[in-house]
């Protein structure tokens, strides 16, 4: 499958930030997901949003889509320690594979 | 929701063994699973991907007689990882999705296998 790009690979803010990553995909795609991972552990969907649309909220999450670009965003909002984790855009073709990005590794500073 | 439950959490194995690892969906049927790789601070790479009672589909570079994918009813697939060397030792996640939606995805916890 092909991977995308991420940007930041990293990234380290203090609690109450905002933190933005971006992700950009190559494919046409049927939707673009955001997953979360803490260290060593399994995946957890975050939101998901289709591609005719643009902007999708969820609580303290808001993501962007330009499909013009092939390129996504993720805010997640006043940040908290507990959002320290590993970021992946998943990119999903009408062949239901999901195609994942390199990740964005955020840090919240208490 | 759904739940994909997946065993070993971890396993450390010698090299030459085989490892079988398991994923099965809770509360729903599994009618399509995925099975992915990832190496130490990388992303998820796709293994391959598998239907119920069908032979799994690998993606290319992965060899399909060193893992062996089955999926022989709606709420269980298994990864076998034969005569496993530690250049295969990694992180493996198994993914589902239930019916033709392609939205519901749910993964599994992982698998930490380490061959020595």
């Known amino acids: 499958s092909q991977q995308g790009e991420e940007d930041p690979q990293a990234l380290s803010i203090q609690e109450g930030e905002n933190a933005t990553m971006n992700c950009s995909y190559k494919?046409?795609?049927?939707?673009l997901q955001w997953y979360r991972q803490n260290s060593g552990r399994g995946l957890v969907h975050l939101i998901l949003?289709?591609?005719?649309?643009r902007e999708k909220h969820s609580g303290r999450l808001r993501v962007t889509l330009d499909t013009s670009k092939k390129s996504s965003s993720l805010l997640i909002t006043a940040s908290r320690a507990a959002d320290t984790a590993s970021y992946f855009c998943?990119?999903?073709?009408?062949?239901?594979?999901?195609?994942f990005g390199a990740g964005t590794t955020v840090t919240v500073r208490a | 929701g759904a739940v994909v439950s997946q065993h070993p959490s971890w396993v450390i194995c010698k090299s030459g063994t085989s490892v079988k690892i398991e994923c099965r969906s809770l509360?729903?049927?599994?009618?399509?699973m995925f099975w992915y790789r990832q190496f130490p601070k990388q992303s998820l790479m796709l293994m391959a991907t598998?239907?119920?009672?069908?032979?799994?589909?690998?993606e290319q570079g992965v060899e399909k007689d060193k893992f062996l994918i089955n999926h022989a009813s709606l709420t269980l697939s298994t990864l076998t990882v034969t005569s496993a060397h530690p250049e295969d030792s990694s992180f493996y996640i198994c993914?589902?999705?239930?019916?033709?939606?392609?939205?519901?995805?749910?993964f599994g916890s992982g698998t930490r296998l380490t061959v020595v």
């Open positions: 998943a990119s999903r073709s009408n062949d239901y594979k999901l195609s």
């Open positions: 494919t046409s795609i049927n939707n």
């Open positions: 949003i289709r591609s005719n649309e």
């Open positions: 509360d729903f049927q599994a009618t399509t």
């Open positions: 598998s239907n119920e009672g069908s032979k799994a589909t690998y």
């Open positions: 993914s589902a999705i239930a019916g033709e939606s392609g939205y519901g995805y749910t």
